[in-house]
């Protein structure tokens, strides 16, 4: 899937998950880095776990 189709799916949710999807977006972007594996699979972990629903939409 390109950058493209993911910005058009996201500009197509409801008002609501595209604040969720802000929120994640700039949130990552807070936490810039990961010191190691682990952390990333935790971050990973923390990721799907609070939006599955929302990456589940996305995923179709």
């Not at 994640?24 to 776990?49: H, I, N, P, T």
Request: charged share 30%.
């Amino acid at each position: 899937m390109s950058a493209i189709e993911i910005i058009e799916q996201i500009k197509a949710l409801p008002e609501n998950e595209r604040q969720l999807v802000d929120e994640f977006v700039k949130s990552s972007a807070a936490k810039k880095s990961c010191q190691d594996d682990s952390s990333f699979d935790a971050l990973v972990d923390r990721v799907f776990d609070k939006h599955a629903n929302l990456l589940h939409r996305l995923a179709q």
